[in-house]
DNA sequence: TATACGATCACCT
DNA sequence: GGTGATCGTATAC
């Protein structure tokens, strides 16, 4: 049988209803897919960031449930997709049970599926800037606060299985950004591929 | 009602 | 290396 009459496998819920340190890791080498008109815009994600209960002092939850944190008390498998400095939405995907407040930030992408889309989008000169950062991809794939609490496990936004990556290709390092964060400002809850172009800012 | 600020980015020097 | 853009949220009054 050809390859490309396989499907590939979307992750399922229950991917997603585990420890958030462990589906930060794993989701590096999978492939994100925004869906817009039957086209499709992918990339692989090549780093990430946990967010983990209220007692993470940079979890947005650790101020308690609000509008805002809805969805992260919610149920494994959606996307949390908020406004940060007024114009840039970050994207999140909520992981762990029901009342417990926990998501994984997708910071990066290697742009594969749609470039022409993301490039008419984004307007910058090289395709390394198309989804090197989590407003950056959020752009490209045309995700804004109308995807807030929508299931990943649908048709619109989700994830795929596509990469095998070994422990040695993975890095961690401290979160970016959150200086206000206190005794968790160090955890190393940032996930990243080993020497991959695509990431965000370097520490 | 008012105010301070952020899980960022692009452009400047 | 530094800084301005820009607005939803949380919190204070």
Redesign the pocket.
Known sequence: MPRAAVPAATLSRAFYDRPTLLVARELLGQRLVRVIDEHRLSGIIVET?A?VGTDDL???AS??R????EVMFGPAGHAYV???????H?L?VVTERRDFPA?V?IRALAPGEGLDGMRRR?R?RSDR?LTS????LCQALHID?GLNGADLCGVDLFIEAATRVPEASVVTTPR???P?AGASRELPWRFLLRDHPGG??SM
Do not use: D, F, W
């Not at 609000?66 to 944190?69: A, E, L, V």
């Open positions: 960031e967010y940079a979890c947005h101020r308690g609000t509008s805002r944190t908020y406004l940060i400095y007024g114009m840039h970050c999140n998501a930030l984004r910058v800037q950062g989590p407003g950056k606060r970016v950004g959150i206000y965000s800012r």
